[in-house]
């Protein structure tokens, strides 16, 4: 019977799933459901800022998030789809369903254990890191939220192993559709659930969008005839996968011991102050999914295959191509984005409890966010590039670097906060006034970080992508070039409609923003196409092919120039 009814869900979800090789093609169409995704990410958020402020509840809900983070990390990664995609790329069917039978069993009991145990002790862990959200009226809320969100490191941990075949299958649209529904799930249990039970109500309702993120790769995994079985794991096996597999777990392992370090650093700077601070990443990572994000997720297999038949120099037009995408939409991005800070925020998250200076110090961090944001992206696609050429110990190695100068940044940052460095960042930004400002201090020490994450990467990539630093310059000063006349373009557009209308209404905050960002796109953009910019170019002959797809003309999309046909 449940297969019957995974075959009727299938069969819509198939139509949706025609295979994507062209690398832009389908960074374009990660990108577009990835902009749904973050849509309604923000949706969720403005739903929490509107009923809870940047106050003590909401610090609660995100500081809950971190312990089931730490596990998905160190845990469910061991199995990932970046470690599993190399091994099950042209493998036959039986090696392929042996290989997810065994990571998913693995996965099962050893993060089972792992997560029952935390869900015991739990009560102490929070208050080890974080004193003052323990001692509070909702202690008892805090704990049993934390404790529910334990499952959904498991289920995403699944979705990861069965995402695996999606990839390698080229089906990107129901790979990007996984966190649209994830984050319906989430808004569902904000609306829904949390008026009958609390804080508790929202992680049921973020478990439900972690087992729809799973379900969505099902059709897919029926159709390869590769179901996964519960069965023990052989060391054989296991071995070599979680060999592989730990650098990059501990990689992210430390990534989440930083964000972890951060968000306890910022519950003591005063209540709201780990609110804000997750709302401006929040919104820093929408240009990040959609830049970053889709670029690495989109050359990953290109990069594994390239890789695995020893096409050196395919494999450095591949990483070049996808990291100067990167650069010069990143580099735009910080520029609009730091000129319409406060429409964005204002958009997004001024409403209900969520007050002025709440607004303004968020627009201050998210300034501080997007100075990064081309780093980011460039991380999470050079440490691909190390996994594809099977360099998987430099990733974890530099994040550790740069974890480390992070925390030491951050500590180092707010023991000194009364000094002039603190106040000289808060009256740039217009915040001088502004209680909680010193979380700025920890915003920056993350952004600190990132670069000098990025640097060590392009360092350790000089001998498996030659001239790969070289190739980057051009995208730079474009993007720069771009990001300077669109910002220009917004700053005035924006001085021009302000003596207009006043800002008193969200209409009017979104009619100014919109018109403003609108008019730097299009300057940015004949920038780009005056200089005739080569990723420009790339991009709109890309989502050409893109819309010619959707539209039924073509069944699968040729191969880009840039990347290696498919056999």
Not at 105 to 119: E, M, N, Q, T, Y
Not at 516 to 533: M, P, R, S
């Amino acid at each position: 019977m449940v297969r019957r009814i995974f075959e009727r869900i299938g069969g819509p979800m198939r139509a949706l799933a025609r295979p994507i090789r062209g690398l832009h093609q389908a960074a374009y169409l990660l990108a577009g459901l990835t902009l749904a995704s973050q849509i309604l990410a923000l949706l969720r958020d403005r739903i929490f800022a509107h009923t809870f402020g940047a106050g003590e509840v909401l610090d609660l809900y995100y500081a809950a998030f971190r312990v089931p983070d730490l596990v998905f990390a160190l845990v469910a990664s061991l199995v990932s789809a970046y470690v599993l995609i190399p091994r099950i790329t042209g493998a036959d069917r039986e090696t392929t369903r042996r290989v997810l039978s065994e990571s998913a069993s693995f996965l099962f009991g050893i993060g089972g254990i792992i997560c029952v145990i935390l869900a015991l002790f739990m009560p102490q862990f929070l208050a080890l890191l974080f004193p003052n959200f323990a001692a509070s009226a909702h202690q008892a809320e805090f704990i049993l939220l934390a404790r529910i969100l334990l499952f959904q490191p498991i289920l995403l941990g699944l979705s990861g192993v069965f995402a695996s075949v999606t990839q390698v299958h080229r089906r990107f649209t129901l790979f990007a559709l996984s966190p649209v529904l994830y984050n319906l799930g989430i808004i569902f249990g904000a609306i829904f659930l949390y008026p009958r039970w609390g804080l508790s109500g929202i992680g049921i309702g973020v478990i439900i969008g972690a087992v729809v993120h799973l379900a969505v790769n099902i059709p897919v995994v029926m159709e390869a005839g590769v179901i996964p079985r519960l069965r023990f794991p052989t060391f054989a096996l296991m071995s070599s996968i979680v060999r592989d597999s730990v650098p990059r777990s501990l990689a992210l392992g430390m990534g989440s011991v930083t964000a972890l370090v951060l968000t306890a650093l910022a519950s003591r700077i005063g209540t709201g102050a780990v609110s804000v601070f997750t709302l401006a990443g929040n919104l820093e990572a929408v240009p990040l999914s959609l830049i970053g994000a889709s670029y690495a997720v989109a050359a990953f297999p290109a990069l594994s295959e390239a890789s695995a038949l020893e096409k050196k120099s395919e494999f450095t037009r591949i990483l070049s191509s996808s990291a100067r995408h990167i650069i010069l939409w990143s580099v735009v991005a910080i520029g609009l984005v730091a000129v319409l800070r406060a429409h964005i925020v204002r958009i997004v998250l001024g409403t209900g409890a969520f007050d002025w200076n709440a607004t303004r110090l968020t627009a201050a961090l998210l300034v501080v966010f997007i100075v990064g944001l081309a780093a980011q992206g460039l991380v999470l696609l050079f440490s691909r590039a190390l996994y594809a050429a099977r360099q998987s110990w430099r990733p974890f190695l530099y994040q550790l670097a740069g974890g480390v100068l992070t925390m030491i940044l951050a500590v180092a940052f707010l023991s000194l906060r009364d000094t002039g460095l603190h106040n000289s960042l808060a009256t740039l930004l217009r915040v001088g006034d502004v209680r909680g400002t010193a979380v700025i201090l920890v915003a920056l020490a993350a952004t600190l970080g990132q670069i000098f994450l990025v640097g060590l990467s392009l360092l350790a990539l000089r001998t498996i992508a030659p001239g790969l630093a070289s190739s980057l310059v051009r995208p730079l000063r474009d993007g720069c070039v771009a990001a300077l006349l669109g910002g220009t373009a917004t700053y005035a557009t924006l001085a021009l409609l302000g003596g207009i209308a006043p800002l008193t209404t969200f209409a009017s905050v979104l009619i100014e923003g919109t018109i403003a960002g609108v008019v730097g796109c299009a300057l940015a953009a004949a920038a780009l196409h005056f200089i005739q910019n080569e990723e420009f170019l790339v991009m709109a002959g890309a989502l050409n092919k893109l819309l010619h797809l959707q539209s039924g003309r073509s069944a699968v999309l040729a191969p880009s120039a840039e990347e290696p046909a498919q056999p």
